[in-house]
């Protein structure tokens, strides 16, 4: 059974950083893509960056320069760097497999970047 479970969202000012961690089991972590995604108060959910099994970084438009993702494949763990962060960015932030997600989402982890 897949498990995801992200954590260090929280409130941040505009300019600032978070790091977000996300613990995954159930799935064969170190052969899959994992990405970052995020969703807005009504918006869909959208990638934000992604991440290949040997460490190839993949971000969307809006994040690219100010935000990192890594992966720790020793503890089934991807990370999100989040610099320089902007009212934009304040979404629940959520972790799974890419480009085909896998089972039911976590439960994110929220951010919100206040102005």
């Known amino acids: 059974q897949v498990q995801l479970v992200e954590s260090g969202g929280g409130l941040v000012q505009a300019g600032g950083s978070l790091r977000l961690s996300c613990a995954a089991s159930?799935?064969?972590?170190?052969?899959?893509?994992m990405g970052w995604y995020r969703q807005a108060p009504g918006k869909s959910r959208e990638l934000v960056a992604r991440?290949?099994?040997?460490?190839?970084?993949v971000y969307a438009d809006a994040v690219k320069g100010r935000f990192t993702i890594s992966r720790d494949n020793t503890k089934n763990t991807v990370y999100l760097q989040m610099n320089s962060l902007q009212p934009e960015d304040t979404a629940v932030y959520y972790c799974?497999?890419?480009?085909?997600?896998?089972?039911?989402w976590g439960q994110g982890t929220q951010v919100t970047v206040s102005s």
């Open positions: 799974n497999v890419y480009p085909l997600p896998r089972g039911s």
């Open positions: 991440i290949g099994s040997g460490g190839t970084p």
């Open positions: 159930g799935i064969f972590f170190s052969r899959n893509v």
